[in-house]
């Protein structure tokens, strides 16, 4: 079945460590990719997104990632977190033209003071 | 700004009840989604539309119908609610012809079913 894969479930980091998520999906042919944020309480918000050009991607706050087409991955990093960076992270892949969404299970991230 | 509302933040209801979960978008966006979110799960789609009175399945319809009469709002319906559709309720939507298809979400809707 078509998926979306984060491998991580919970990660825990000291502020100033560097961040990675991971990423994979399992659709073939064109995709447009995003990361969104849910910060506790508030709404989902978008991180940034893929859909064509440069493979690395920046979104706001410090983040970044790369789309590797020929790993399936998205992954997402941050040079150096903050404790304000805690919250959950989902993973999201919509084939070309088409209307829904695919979101991967989260990873929370929390970001020790 | 995109605003997308939810009628209410947290509901309670009992088994066997008729429940209506209402989202209205303010953005003229032709698509809009309803999703369920539980830890570990990450975001599942429940329904979408593509526009007004179309709807389609997503990957757990099961216990759930949708209502589209006007291009804002798109309602949830649980016809006879369960214990085991205790969730997080969250309403999207998206313009249809954008390339990116950035959806925008509601602030969710906590449903506790006793």
């Known amino acids: 079945a078509q998926s979306v894969s984060q491998h991580n479930h919970h990660v825990i980091l000291s502020e100033a460590a560097s961040l990675e998520l991971g990423c994979n999906y399992s659709?073939?042919?064109?995709?447009?990719l995003f990361w969104y944020v849910q910060y506790p309480g508030q709404h989902l918000q978008l991180l940034l997104k893929?859909?064509?050009?440069?493979?690395l991607v920046k979104g706001i706050k410090g983040f970044e990632a790369e789309f590797i087409k020929s790993k399936f991955s998205f992954n997402l990093r941050k040079p150096s977190v903050q404790w304000s960076d805690t919250a959950e992270y989902f993973c999201?892949?919509?084939?070309?033209?088409?209307?829904?969404?695919?979101f991967g299970a989260g990873t929370r991230l929390t970001v020790k003071p | 700004d995109v605003k997308v509302t939810q009628s209410s933040r947290y509901l309670v209801k009992r088994t066997g009840e008729k429940v209506f979960l209402e989202c209205v978008q303010d953005?003229?966006?032709?698509?809009m989604f309803w999703y369920r979110q539980d830890p570990g799960l990450g975001l599942r789609l429940i329904y979408f539309?593509?526009?007004?009175?179309?709807?389609e399945k997503g990957d757990i319809p099961e216990g759930y119908s949708v209502s589209r009469e006007k291009k804002e709002r798109f309602s949830l319906i649980l016809e006879s609610a369960s214990t085991n559709q205790t969730s997080m309720y969250l309403c999207?939507?998206?313009?249809?012809?954008?390339?990116?298809?950035?959806?925008?979400f509601g602030p969710g809707t906590r449903l506790t079913v006793l």
């Open positions: 999201a892949v919509i084939l070309y033209n088409n209307n829904d969404m695919r």
């Open positions: 999207a939507s998206s313009f249809r012809t954008s390339r990116s298809h950035e959806q925008f």
């Open positions: 659709y073939g042919g064109t995709v447009n």
């Open positions: 539309s593509y526009d007004v009175k179309m709807k």
């Open positions: 953005m003229d966006h032709e698509n």
């Open positions: 893929y859909f064509s050009g440069d493979p």
